[in-house]
């Protein structure tokens, strides 16, 4: 070991500091190529008409903001985060804001389980 780079020994016996709870005050919006984003994309261009119960309050119609929102409810795995209320935004975010556009471009997506 280079003792000149750290001269000092690691503290024996000490116990290390417990770990401190911080509330979820994070917030993230779904990113292209994450798992919350396959699954939110999937819930508004599928889910939601094969499964309305699945997805409480929200219609074809609900934003995006608003589908992951459910989701992180809901799944935490997958959506670990809320999605931002930017200051001074609109929350009133649509599919385009996804490039999901009217939804039909999104292909055959499936749901995908969490990894």
């Given amino acids: 070991k280079n003792k000149a780079t750290c001269p000092y020994s690691p503290c ?3 116990p ?3 770990p401190v709870s911080v509330p979820d005050l994070e917030c ?16 508004m261009s599928d889910g939601i008409y094969k499964h ?10 609900s934003t995006v ?16 985060y809320s999605p931002c209320e930017h200051a001074g935004g609109d929350s009133s975010t649509n599919g ?5 556009g009217n ?9 995908e389980d969490a990894k």
């Avoid at 903001?65 to 670990?80: A, G, M, N, S």
């Fill in 12 to 14: 024996q016996g000490t």
């Fill in 16 to 18: 290390a500091p417990a």
């Fill in 28 to 43: 993230e919006d779904a990113k292209p190529g994450s798992a919350c984003y396959t699954k939110v994309a999937w819930a």
């Fill in 52 to 61: 309305p119960n699945w997805y409480p309050g929200l219609t074809p119609n």
């Fill in 65 to 80: 903001k608003d589908f992951q929102r459910v989701i992180h409810k809901l799944d935490k795995v997958t959506c670990p």
């Fill in 96 to 100: 385009t804001d996804m490039n999901l």
């Fill in 103 to 111: 939804h039909s471009s999104l292909g055959n997506l499936e749901c």
